[in-house]
C-alpha cells in the first residue's frame, strides 16, 4: 500500500497545488536489495518523488544511487542514509531519504546539498533533513525541506 502526502501552499488566489509527490514509510528493514529495489520501481510507477523512510535497520551515514529495471526500463533513485554503527542484538533505528526522478531533479536545483543528520539520539539515528528546490507556475523557486524521523 502506498501513501502519498500532496504539499499544498495558501496563496493569495486559492490553494496551489506544489509538483512533488512525498511518501512516507516504516520499511522493518530495508537490509535486502530486492527490497530497496522494489521501493524503486514504485517510485516510477506511481511517479513519487520522495520518501521518508524510518527503521531501516542498516548501519553508515552514506549516499548511493539505486539502480533497477521496470518493464525493460532503467530507473534510478537516490538514497540518503543515516545511521549508528550496527548492534548485534538490535533490529531497530536508522532513517532514510529516498528521491525519485522528480525528486532527484529538485535535489540538483537546490544545489546539491548534504543532509543534515541529528544527532543520535541513546545511539540511535532518528531523523536527518534534505533541502529540494522546485519552481512554482510562476517560475518562482519555492523550497522544500524535507524531514524523516
Known amino acids: 500500500m502506498v501513501f502519498l502526502c500532496t504539499t499544498r501552499l495558501h496563496a493569495r488566489n486559492g490553494i496551489v497545488i506544489l509538483p512533488l509527490q512525498g511518501y512516507n514509510h516504516n520499511v522493518n ?12 520501481q514504485t517510485f516510477y510507477e ?8 524510518q527503521e531501516t535497520w542498516l548501519s553508515g551515514d552514506y549516499q548511493r544511487e539505486i539502480k533497477t529495471k521496470h518493464a525493460g526500463k532503467l530507473v534510478s533513485c537516490l538514497i540518503f542514509h543515516h545511521m549508528q554503527p550496527i548492534q548485534q542484538d538490535r533490529g531497530s533505528g536508522g532513517v532514510a531519504i529516498l528521491l525519485g526522478k522528480g525528486g532527484q531533479r529538485a535535489w540538483k536545483d537546490a544545489g546539491s546539498p548534504d543532509p543534515i543528520r541529528s544527532e543520535l539520539i541513546n545511539g540511535i539515528a532518528r531523523s536527518m ?3 529540494l528546490h522546485v519552481k512554482d507556475k510562476y517560475k518562482k523557486v519555492l523550497k522544500y525541506f524535507i524531514i524523516t524521523a
Open 46 to 53: 506511481e511517479q513519487i518523488d520522495f520518501g521518508c523512510l
Open 29 to 40: 528493514g530495508l537490509n535486502q536489495d530486492l527490497k530497496i529495489e522494489h521501493l524503486c
Open 129 to 131: 533533513g534534505l533541502e
